[in-house]
């Protein structure tokens, strides 16, 4: 059954560093987002796969057939001559080893060329709040999930007991993103992830719709300072921001959220 989209998304965010005081500004100020490879992520199974290089000769040479364009809009240098040494692995080198030698190059490039930006949604989670937040220090920015760019292309990660695995000749382009980039262990599934993918562009910056930063929450423990600071950032942008903060709940081991 498909996962029914949030009418919101949040983001937990540290302010703690210098770094991290810069990405929370220029989301504000400028309306973009820092897109992350996947390398950098706290999962060691980020990424990780089963992988399966069973098909017939013709789909493998339809597959590195299909390939080729885009190695070559993605400005992947000599993308002809990578082409044409990967066709020449399937087709001249028997499966067993072309598999050995095709295996490191799927998985550098899916580690490096792929950049995501993670969101979940629920804003008021005791352990993001701990673990994304600086100890609740932090803040928790709200984004309309209806307004694209790039919300509406956002996708739910799956959460499964074991490994999933990819068969890089014959699953297509929306089951191998499904497979490698939003599946996760099952014990992650409180985090209520969702991820907008960018499957060539590497990580960096990317512009978001400045409409669709509907609030901004701080920890419970967060700085009198880092409130102003954060107030003064959203005041500058001349759109409406809703602020609030998060506050022990009474009698349960929950947050409530409370505006300012």
């Not at 240098?77 to 799927?106: F, K, M, R, S």
């Not at 014959?170 to 599946?183: C, Q, S, Y």
């Not at 700085?223 to 600071?229: A, K, L, N, Y």
């Not at 942008?237 to 409370?258: D, F, I, P, S, W």
């Amino acid at each position: 059954m498909a996962m029914r989209r949030p009418d919101r998304f949040y983001k937990y965010r540290s302010l703690a560093t210098d770094l991290e005081r810069g990405r929370v500004a220029d989301l504000i100020t400028h309306s973009r987002l820092f897109y992350s490879a996947p390398a950098g992520f706290n999962d060691p199974f980020e990424f990780r796969y089963n992988l399966s290089f069973e098909g017939s000769p013709e789909q493998r040479r339809a597959r590195i057939a299909a390939i080729i364009p885009k190695m070559k809009n993605a400005g992947t240098p000599d993308g002809d001559a990578q082409g044409a040494y990967l066709l020449n692995i399937v087709e001249q080198v028997p499966a067993n080893e072309a598999a050995a030698i095709l295996e490191p190059l799927v998985v550098d490039t899916f580690r490096t060329k792929t950049a995501l930006y993670s969101v979940s949604a629920i804003p008021d989670d005791v352990l993001m709040w701990s673990h994304y937040s600086d100890s609740h220090k932090g803040v928790c920015l709200e984004f309309d999930a209806n307004v694209d760019p790039p919300w509406l292309t956002a996708f739910p990660v799956s959460y499964s007991e074991t490994i999933p695995t990819l068969n890089f000749y014959t699953d297509n382009e929306i089951e191998r993103v499904r497979a490698v980039m939003l599946t996760k262990a099952q014990r992650w599934k409180y985090e209520a992830e969702w991820r907008c993918v960018d499957v060539n562009g590497g990580p960096g910056l990317r512009p978001f719709n400045p409409d669709s930063l509907t609030g901004v929450v701080f920890g419970l423990s967060c700085p009198q300072g880092t409130i102003d600071h954060v107030r003064g950032l959203v005041t500058g942008r001349g759109r409406a921001v809703e602020l609030k903060r998060a506050a022990l709940a009474t009698g349960t081991y929950t947050l409530r959220l409370e505006s300012l």
